[in-house]
């Protein structure tokens, strides 16, 4: 009886350390994933370190502050903080519903948008269109240069220079039409004009440099497929229409579904800047009266509930939009 017990206890002994051995599958494949894992890391750690400072900045600029959206449902008071602050669920939102301002605020946000999206969203994809078939390497570089430069104007110097233009007594546009004999014309006190004259300010600064993403999205195409479609005798603009907008039609997409989740953001800087009270009917947006009902008069609660409200809609777009997309066959953003 003692050799059989102690043969069974060497068994168990076996049995352990081949257990120990070969260990769970789990934790082989947790090791393996781990394994995986650093070397991959050691591999790209360049890549990594290069990324590194773009995570940083949306961690900390971007998700951090996401748990701020919090006052929106409080009494948010800077003295008793944001822990002791008092709980009153959904009030400014049914506050911001209920004023007058709302639907004011709602049309002018989502006309200056919608305006902006029928006029400037196109001119990117022409431009860099047009800019691809310049011939010229010199000349094509010169043009570029020109059409970016405006991207690093502050708002500031680009409505200075609107005022210079187009100011009804010192414009130089109105001094021009004086010495012709014709009417002056109250460019920047019509509120008809307001719209218009926001839209083609951005298309001014930002349409050139709208193109970089559109000419880097052209240059990935095969020439092969030009060269075939010049056999067949096909003629620049066939070629352009049958074989460059189809190959970057996915770029235009996601950036159209993007450009539709911001529908309800307008420059602030610009608005505000070319606000008087002349045109302040039709250029009161959400982004002003945050300004001055959140900022000026100290409401923050009520206008972290319009922010959160501004950012569902973007986001009910985007999903939206993207859904609409997928369904005509094309990628979307995810």
Request: hydrophobic residues 65%; charged residues 10%; without cysteine.
């Given at each position: 009886m003692l050799g059989a017990h102690s043969n069974t206890r060497g068994r168990d002994a076996m049995s352990t350390t081949r257990a120990l051995k070969v260990g769970s599958p789990g934790t082989e494949r947790s090791t393996a994933s781990s394994g995986r894992w650093l070397r991959t890391l050691r591999r790209n750690k360049y890549l990594y370190l290069l990324a590194l400072p773009g995570i940083c900045y949306f961690l900390i600029f971007k998700y951090v502050p996401m748990w701020g959206v919090l006052i929106a449902f409080q009494n948010y008071s800077p003295y008793q903080g944001f822990l002791h602050s008092d709980w009153i669920g959904l009030q400014h939102f049914a506050r911001f519903f209920a004023n007058d301002d709302f639907f004011k605020l709602f049309r002018n946000t989502l006309g200056i948008n919608a305006l902006s999206l029928?006029?400037?969203?196109?001119?990117?994809?022409?431009?860099?269109?047009?800019?691809?078939?310049?011939?010229n390497v010199l000349f094509k570089k010169t043009v570029q240069t020109i059409v970016y430069l405006p991207h690093f104007f502050s708002w500031v110097i680009i409505v200075g220079i609107t005022f210079l233009l187009l100011s009804h007594s010192e414009g130089v546009v109105n001094k021009m039409l004086q010495a012709g004999g014709f009417v002056q014309i109250d460019f920047l006190t019509n509120p008809d004009y307001f719209w218009l004259l926001l839209t083609l300010q951005t298309i001014w600064k930002d349409a050139g440099w709208g193109t970089i993403i559109f000419l880097a999205a052209i240059a990935g195409i095969d020439p092969q497929l030009y060269e075939a479609a010049k056999m067949d005798g096909a003629s620049r603009f066939r070629q352009i229409w049958h074989i460059t907008l189809p190959s970057i039609r996915n770029v235009i997409v996601i950036l159209l579904i993007l450009r539709i989740g911001h529908i309800m953001d307008v420059g602030f800087e610009q608005v505000f800047l070319m606000m008087n009270g002349a045109v302040s009917d039709v250029a009161d947006v959400f982004d002003t009266y945050v300004y001055r009902v959140g900022v000026k008069q100290g409401q923050f609660s009520y206008s972290t509930a319009i922010g959160l409200f501004k950012s569902l809609v973007g986001l009910i777009l985007v999903i939206g939009a993207n859904k609409f997309a997928k369904k005509m066959g094309e990628e979307g953003v995810y």
């Open positions: 029928l006029l400037f969203f196109p001119l990117p994809i022409l431009l860099s269109i047009l800019l691809n078939e310049l011939k």
